[in-house]
């Protein structure tokens, strides 16, 4: 067993290495350009939302208020008639990405942590590299990916935009597993 203080390096570096790759893959290629489709007549869609001042959140639309209203005709008919919508509104204003992109540093730092916790109460000192390549990668696939699927059982996502995120998430994984078989003690 190894002790979580021993692997730091790799849990921070491996964040470091995500960080810097999944910005590349976001900003220096044409990968995510079709993750969100544009709403047609964005304007005119705007312009009937904004009188409206939805706070930010998540909503669907419709939704019912219970099991009942569920099956009634008449929320049948709604669902019939549409649009039937997920929506995330966020706040007004520019989108600021200091934030999220801490958040996303932080959060690589968490999937890295808990690869090195499953995999340093699993593997000894002096393990293989390929075992510990195996097992972090494996841990850190399922931090990056395994719970945008159900974005898309659920909420209907476009399975096509999940399954990018699952590439993202399995290069991810690879870097991560690639460091910590580097950096894994001896």
């Known amino acids: 067993m190894v002790g979580l203080s021993a692997l730091w390096l790799p849990i921070l570096l491996s964040a470091v290495?995500?960080?810097?790759?999944?910005?590349i893959?976001?900003?220096?290629?044409?990968?995510?350009?079709?993750?969100?489709?544009?709403?047609p007549d964005e304007d005119k869609a705007m312009d009937a939302l904004r009188p409206l001042a939805i706070p930010p959140?998540?909503?669907?639309?419709?939704?019912?208020?219970?099991?009942?209203?569920?099956?009634?005709?008449?929320?049948?008919?709604?669902?019939?008639?549409?649009?039937?919508?997920?929506?995330?509104?966020?706040?007004?204003?520019?989108?600021?990405?200091?934030?999220?992109?801490?958040?996303?540093?932080?959060?690589?730092?968490?999937?890295?942590?808990f690869a090195a916790y499953v995999a340093s109460r699993a593997l000894p000192v002096g393990a293989a590299q390929v075992r510990v390549f195996q097992l972090v990668g494996v841990t850190a696939f399922v931090g990056y990916s395994v719970a945008l699927w159900q974005m898309s059982i659920w909420y209907r996502r476009d399975w096509n935009t999940t399954i990018?995120?699952?590439?993202?998430g399995v290069i991810y994984a690879l870097l991560t597993a690639g460091v910590f078989g580097w950096l894994w003690p001896r």
């Not at 990018?164 to 993202?168: N, Y």
């Open 57 to 113: 959140g998540d909503y669907m639309v419709p939704r019912p208020s219970s099991v009942q209203e569920l099956r009634s005709p008449e929320f049948v008919e709604k669902i019939n008639k549409g649009p039937v919508l997920v929506l995330t509104v966020m706040p007004n204003g520019s989108a600021a990405m200091t934030k999220s992109l801490v958040l996303w540093f932080v959060y690589s730092a968490v999937v890295g942590f």
């Open 25 to 39: 893959i976001h900003m220096a290629t044409p990968w995510h350009k079709g993750d969100y489709l544009k709403i």
């Open 164 to 168: 990018r995120g699952t590439v993202d």
């Open 17 to 23: 290495v995500v960080f810097i790759v999944s910005s």
